[in-house]
């Protein structure tokens, strides 16, 4: 907290402008930051290029980042600002809001933008960070803070709440399903305040979910970031996969079960949110497609459908796996670099390039796949947006 304290006083505000314009490499700031330290105590040099470097790191989550406050653990696990703002207009109208474990404050500086927010977490320096930031983006005023555990935090006002628990137990160890409080916790929030939205790793287990809420998975582009679980009162469907910045949603819906055929002309390689929210089937009735084999998540059709949920492929040859054949087809086709996506067939994917020894002057998609349960291959060629 002192380093903080030094960093917000009129100092440490100079310092970190004075700072703010170099974009040297190392040498360069090493050189820097002894000059510096002539004119500034070490230790707030120190402090002041690591967060510099933070800032730096964060601009690829946060508009402002070069005027917010980090720690590497807070910056890491922290919300960006896209994914933020997409989960707080689902709160919108349902305010005000309680933000628990605040952390350094992504979620609560979108969530403050709607409504007055409580801001509650155990952690001062990342609390007072929080509301720090909130100021850089303007909504200060809106942000109430309590520091202390959120299990006793006081919720009789509010309307809605958010809740980002902590990858780790108490303990503070990491794996599969630990969470501080655990996820089982967070839902018990809304037993209290009916509308909860609770933050939760891609990896989330389904079955953990209770009955009534939605599992939402979220990517930015074709990268999975994070699940989002919404309470029965803000459900609107069990499972969901939205792709950012577009916001497209593909959410669960009955149907007739997908027909099964051998491929087509066009290869749809799902969004990791798709296939993670179990929408494979959804995506290829969204499509008129069908799937080329009852487990693997490839879907297939003749015609060419724009889609933010997949890649569309052109399927330039269809065959089965067999590597040397495979790699004589490549040279033929005068392919010299693969993007080798691989579901349903084992296989060391970097040794799969290398026994290719290609070196021709096109690239293609390899599909590792099956087809009707037998180990087969796709090569495959992007197909330009203009005609899809």
């Not at 090493?30 to 330290?37: I, S």
């Not at 919404?230 to 469907?237: E, G, I, K, V």
């Amino acid at each position: 907290m002192a380093q903080l304290d030094a960093l917000v006083s009129d100092t440490g505000r100079e310092l970190l402008d004075r700072l703010a314009g170099e974009d040297g490499g190392n040498q360069e700031l090493l050189r820097l930051a002894e000059a510096l330290r002539r004119d500034y105590p070490a230790e707030l040099v120190a402090a002041a290029m690591t967060l510099r470097e933070l800032r730096l790191r964060a601009r690829v989550k946060f508009e402002r980042a070069d005027d917010m406050y980090f720690t590497r653990a807070g910056l890491e696990q922290g919300s960006g600002e896209r994914l933020s703002r997409h989960r707080a207009a689902r709160f919108r109208g349902a305010g005000p809001f309680a933000d628990l474990c605040t952390g350094i404050g992504g979620d609560l500086i979108a969530l403050a933008g709607e409504d007055r927010t409580l801001a509650v977490d155990r952690d001062p320096l990342h609390l007072r960070m929080a509301v720090l930031n909130a100021a850089v983006y303007g909504v200060r005023d809106a942000v109430r803070a309590w520091e202390g555990d959120v299990r006793w935090a006081a919720l009789d006002a509010i309307g809605a709440i958010f809740i980002d628990p902590a990858r780790r137990d108490e303990r503070g160890r990491t794996g599969a399903g630990r969470s501080e409080p655990p996820l089982e916790w967070c839902f018990g929030l809304a037993e209290r305040v009916a509308k909860v939205g609770i933050k939760a790793a891609p990896g989330v287990d389904r079955d953990r979910v209770p009955a009534g809420w939605e599992l939402e998975f979220v990517a930015e582009g074709r990268e999975l970031k994070e699940a989002a679980l919404w309470s029965p009162a803000l459900a609107t469907s069990a499972r969901r996969a939205t792709i950012l910045p577009g916001g497209e949603t593909l959410v669960a819906a009955s149907g007739e079960p997908v027909a099964i055929r051998a491929p087509g002309e066009f290869l749809y390689d799902p969004n990791p949110a798709v296939t993670r929210a179990g929408l494979v089937e959804e995506l290829a009735r969204a499509i008129g497609g069908w799937k080329i084999d009852r487990l693997i998540g490839f879907v297939s059709s003749d015609e060419a459908f724009g889609s933010p949920f997949a890649r569309t492929l052109r399927i330039v040859r269809s065959m089965p796996w067999h590597l040397k054949r495979i790699a004589a087809e490549l040279r033929g086709l005068d392919v010299g670099a693969v993007d080798i996506r691989r579901r349903g067939l084992a296989g060391d994917v970097e040794e799969v390039r290398r026994r290719l020894r290609l070196v021709g002057s096109r690239r293609v998609t390899l599909a590792m796949t099956r087809v009707d349960d037998r180990p087969w291959c796709l090569i495959c060629e992007d197909v330009p947006a203009s005609a899809e």
